[in-house]
């Protein structure tokens, strides 16, 4: 026979320390190839995504700045002529 508070009653499946929620990730680094293939509506979806997480990384961490370049190509992307035939 096992004692009460070995394996058994509410705490037996939890984890004993608790985990963090949230889910920070880094900020991507896009590629020119990446960014000329995509539409330019998806290219202004992800110009809002990234503005928006903009807002929420700290000034001068390595994140803001490669969100800093991909607006920043994005914005030279759509500047492009529309070089495909039709």
């Given at each position: 026979?096992?004692?009460?508070?070995?394996?058994?009653?509410?705490?037996?499946?939890r984890?004993?320390?608790?985990?963090?929620?949230?889910?920070?990730?880094?900020?991507?680094?896009?590629?020119?190839?990446?960014?000329?293939?995509?539409?330019?509506?998806?290219?202004?979806?992800?110009?809002r995504?990234?503005?928006?997480?903009?807002?929420?990384?700290?000034?001068?961490?390595?994140?803001?700045?490669?969100?800093?370049?991909?607006?920043?190509?994005?914005?030279?992307?759509?500047?492009?002529?529309?070089?495909?035939?039709?």
């Amino acid at each position: 026979m096992r004692p009460a508070s070995f394996g058994t009653g509410a705490f037996a499946g939890r984890p004993r320390w608790s985990r963090s929620k949230t889910k920070e990730t880094k900020m991507r680094a896009y590629t020119w190839n990446e960014l000329m293939i995509l539409t330019r509506a998806e290219l202004f979806a992800l110009h809002r995504r990234i503005v928006d997480a903009l807002a929420q990384l700290p000034e001068g961490s390595p994140e803001r700045l490669v969100a800093l370049g991909n607006l920043r190509d994005i914005w030279r992307v759509l500047a492009r002529p529309n070089l495909s035939r039709r």
